[in-house]
DNA sequence: CGCGTCTTTGAGAAACATCAACAGCGGTGG
DNA sequence: CCACCGCTGTTGATGTTTCTCAAAGACGCG
């Protein structure tokens, strides 16, 4: 149902501009697979595993006490989540997409003994995904509306993206409700922008949940203001 | 308008724009000092080191092609800054305030040759980072612009505020135009939330940097939205 | 087929940005 | 020592974006 490439260079999706992480080599073949709706873990949890994404989709996320609620980043194939500070996870961490999902304890990022590889791997990741927050800051801060929603397409097309003939298209398995807590907007604009964005002939959709990118070049210089 | 000092020994280093990196081995004790408006490194620089901050302040910041610009993150003392994502630095890092800073060398992270104490340190600070930066999430996200102050300068009362009496204080060494490109504002609404807060006698100002902090439950329901 | 949930659309309000002018402050040079 | 200059910060008037509230349409599920 979703495409994943496994052999593709992957990052979180907040990233657009980095390189790929390291290639597939679980150090344990055959992750557990985890349904659409299930929590990896919450916000407060004692955190003793980080989790590598092989293939679906999750959500991290936080929410705060009036109920306003921040997604973090989404995780695709090849990103690792689960970060533990101070023993403790501090997010969400939600199945959008049926997943399946490498577990590696704590221990391997935190100390090198064990396996090294596994080690310099997990804090390669880490670093990354601190790079990969710095972007999504530029993001929240920084950009308006159609500005983000043009951004999050692409990068999405970029990584989840397949050819279909003279166009592109990819899946979004969150909701809109997702995409606006991910880019600090609301629902309506969020869709209003992407009704915006169909009605240019930028892209078009083919249900709610499918993406057709028809003018790449137009998505981009959407993403960068005027 | 950075300024190399002539008293330090700088290395001739094929990175043209970089000023004197300091001259030391890896995690010399006793740090190197750095002015106000020098720079430890830029976007895009091969990143050696990361820098843990023993006085004094920085500013990390990103700046996109069109001038905009957010700042990721104020560093303070005890902060480590400067993690390196596929060995670059992804921010500039610029001094507010004259700064006494230890750098170790990135190795130290990367892997646990040498000393485990030191690696250990420094990747529990690259954990506490992600997590600091997910609370920024939620802040540039899905605050209002009297929230993100609020919020702002709550911190740095927890974080640097002096019990004067019955008050406490702090000192602001960055402009209105960092705390806004910070928090995702302009200095207007920065300038008008704060003479807000002044006049409801939640702060007070003694010059433009100096903040005294009046009552702080206010303050603190300010930051949660009402 | 009916029901609940998610999405879209619309109208109006609010928050924040923008544009513009002025004030304060430190530094410089006469 | 004081007048001037430039920079940062403040304040005001206005404009735009985005949110809020409301309702109708689409979609999936039982």
New interface residues.
């Given amino acids: 149902m979703y495409v994943t490439l496994p052999s593709e260079p992957s990052e979180i999706i907040t990233v657009p501009h980095?390189?790929a992480p390291p290639p597939q080599t679980p150090s344990q073949k055959g992750g557990h697979t985890w349904k659409t709706g299930q929590s990896l873990y919450h916000e407060g949890d004692t955190a003793k595993r980080v989790y590598e994404i092989v293939s679906g989709v999750l959500r991290l996320s936080?929410v705060?006490?009036?109920g306003?609620?921040?997604v973090?980043a989404f995780g695709y194939p090849g990103d690792i989540v689960g970060?533990?500070?101070?023993g403790k996870h501090?997010?969400e961490c939600d199945v959008i997409a049926k997943a399946e999902v490498i577990s590696h304890n704590k221990d391997a990022?935190?100390?090198?003994e064990g396996d090294?590889a596994l080690?310099?791997r997990l804090?390669?990741a880490?670093?990354?995904?601190?790079?990969a927050?710095?972007d999504?800051?530029?993001m929240?801060?920084?950009?308006k509306a159609h500005e983000k929603i043009a951004s999050f397409l692409m990068v999405l097309n970029q990584r989840v993206g397949v050819s279909m003939g003279s166009f592109s298209q990819f899946h979004l398995p969150m909701s809109r409700s997702d995409i606006a807590?991910f880019?600090?907007l609301t629902t309506e604009t969020v869709s209003r922008t992407i009704t915006h964005f169909r009605k240019s002939g930028i892209i078009a959709l083919d249900g709610v949940q499918t993406v057709v990118v028809l003018d790449p070049a137009a998505l981009q210089e959407m993403s960068?203001?005027e």
């Fill in positions: 980095l390189p936080r705060l006490e009036n306003r609620r921040q973090i970060f533990p500070c101070n501090h997010t990022l935190e100390n090198g090294p080690h310099e804090i390669a880490a670093l990354n995904e601190i790079s927050m710095q999504h800051f530029m929240l801060g920084r950009k807590d880019l600090g960068e203001g």
